[in-house]
């Protein structure tokens, strides 16, 4: 990982820590269900069917979170000062091995 724990390396590639604050570059848009499902089935922006998200987001740890600590964390991240942060796309490591 990085200084900042922001960027991991790993057998899935490169991934990037995602922006959740409230800002439209983090969950500022997303409805409760949205958040959920990005959380507890770890879908990409909680839009099922799109992407599933990398380590190290522990989202198979989240699963049998009850829909109140849910909605309690979604809340929180949505009273957050929004900060713009456009964060990189995922690396695959097929990409990374073609760069060397
Ligand atoms: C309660 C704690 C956490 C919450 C509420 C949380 C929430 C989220 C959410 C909602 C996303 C999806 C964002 C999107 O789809 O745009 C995400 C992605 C991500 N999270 Fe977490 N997360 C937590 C803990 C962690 C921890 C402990 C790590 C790392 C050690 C982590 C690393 C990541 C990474 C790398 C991504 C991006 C994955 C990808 O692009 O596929 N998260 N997180």
Redesign the pocket.
């Known amino acids: 990982m990085n200084e900042g724990l922001t960027m991991?390396v790993g057998p899935w590639g490169v991934?990037?820590?995602?922006d959740?604050t409230s800002d439209e570059t983090g969950?500022g848009t997303w409805t409760e269900e949205q958040?959920s499902k990005?959380?507890k089935q770890g879908w990409?922006?909680g839009i099922d069917g799109g992407r599933k998200?990398?380590p190290?987001?522990?989202w198979q740890n989240f699963r049998e979170m009850k829909d109140g600590d849910v909605r309690a964390?979604y809340l929180n991240l949505k009273s957050t000062r929004p900060v713009r942060n456009i964060v990189p796309s995922?690396v695959s490591p097929r990409l990374q091995a073609s760069t060397f």
């Open positions: 991991a991934s990037f820590a995602s959740i969950i958040f990005a959380l990409y922006k998200l990398l190290p987001m522990p964390m995922p």
